[in-house]
């Protein structure tokens, strides 16, 4: 009797494994372009829906691993480093119904392609607000108040006797700031640094949002207006075919020579030729940057050279919280597209 229930068991067991085998076969097949936080992983490993394969690195999977890669599968988890492009999605092949990226931009992803295909696409905004904003005021002080040059004059030996013009900067008591791009970012922005005695928001965006406006007291004025009137031009807009180079020389020539120019949106939405002139001639007083063309931006570049230029290397959402935010949410936009259910956040295309 025991022998016979020992083999009954033995026998389920081995039934149930072969089940396994057999729905592993079937499960549908995800691909991860790099290593991602480990809340991301585990959202994915503990749902046990999906086969999944990862190019394990911390630096972006080849050109060429990823179309080999992508053949057959059912959903791609990217980063904002891979184009998916037709060449991509062309390989992947019909399969392929979900993309979902850990980002908030989408300047990456060709859109139209995924539409005409029918692929759904999932993105991380909200998570990642807060941590942008944190760093937008960060870059903001280092670059209004010189402490990256003042850093290196303690460290070379240029730090004398008290000077009363040395290393001054400019302070946000009384000023105006203009932001460019009134989203869930900017708002975010406008209530850390109102605190600082900040005298006037001013805002311009591709049409007034008078509700969010009101909310938060910002006035709603041209681009030319804003170019004007801001002490600090806070640039926190999505990158758009509108928005691609329009921090130019035209709007530099019009901003005043004190001053403070700070971008941490998309690298293309500023003209770096025209903002090198802008800072070298002192047209403005100085600008501070997370976001580049290219990333990372060459060490020779002459931006690097410019002492009134402070330059992350893309770091506004590197918070360990917030990384771990955006990688979990790409997994449940992903894990919701594979079951046809509706993403927490969705790209409508």
Not at 278 to 285: P, T
Not at 311 to 321: D, G, K, N, Q, R
């Amino acid at each position: 009797n025991v022998l016979h229930k020992t083999l009954v068991a033995q026998l389920n067991t081995c039934c149930r494994l072969q089940a396994m085998k057999t729905a592993g076969k079937n499960l549908p097949k995800v691909y991860i372009t790099r290593r991602i936080p480990p809340d991301g992983l585990k959202a994915l490993q503990q749902a046990g829906s999906c086969e999944i394969e990862q190019w394990d690195s911390d630096d972006p999977v080849p050109r060429s691993e990823l179309l080999k890669k992508v053949s057959g599968i059912h959903a791609l988890y990217c980063l904002l480093t891979e184009k998916i492009d037709k060449e991509v999605l062309d390989a992947a092949g019909p399969s392929l119904t979900v993309v979902s990226t850990m980002s908030v931009g989408y300047d990456h992803l060709s859109l139209e392609e995924l539409k005409n295909r029918g692929i759904r696409v999932g993105f991380t905004p909200d998570v990642l607000t807060e941590a942008v904003a944190e760093l937008t005021i960060a870059l903001l002080l280092a670059t209004s108040r010189r402490l990256i040059e003042a850093v290196e004059e303690a460290k070379n030996g240029g730090w004398g006797t008290w000077k009363p013009l040395w290393m001054c900067g400019s302070g946000l008591t009384e000023s105006t700031v203009g932001i460019l791009g009134l989203g869930r970012i900017g708002e975010a922005i406008v209530n850390r640094l109102r605190p600082f005695g900040v005298n006037k928001f001013l805002y311009n965006d591709i049409a007034p949002r008078e509700e969010l406006a009101a909310k938060i007291s910002v006035d709603f004025v041209s681009l030319e207006e804003l170019a004007k009137q801001s002490d600090f031009l806070i640039v926190c807009c999505a990158l758009t075919p509108e928005t691609q180079g329009m921090c130019n020389k035209q709007l530099f020539s019009k901003m005043k020579r004190s001053a403070v120019f700070i971008n941490t949106s998309r690298g293309a939405v500023v003209n770096q030729e025209d903002l090198y002139h802008a800072l070298a001639s002192g047209q403005i007083a100085s600008a501070g940057l997370d976001v580049t063309v290219p990333e990372p931006l060459p060490t020779n570049h002459p931006l690097f050279k410019l002492k009134n230029c402070v330059i992350l290397p893309h770091i506004a959402s590197a918070t360990v919280e917030t990384r771990n935010a955006m990688a979990a949410l790409a997994a449940h936009n992903l894990l919701a597209g594979l079951k046809g259910e509706a993403m927490p956040k969705e790209l409508k295309l």
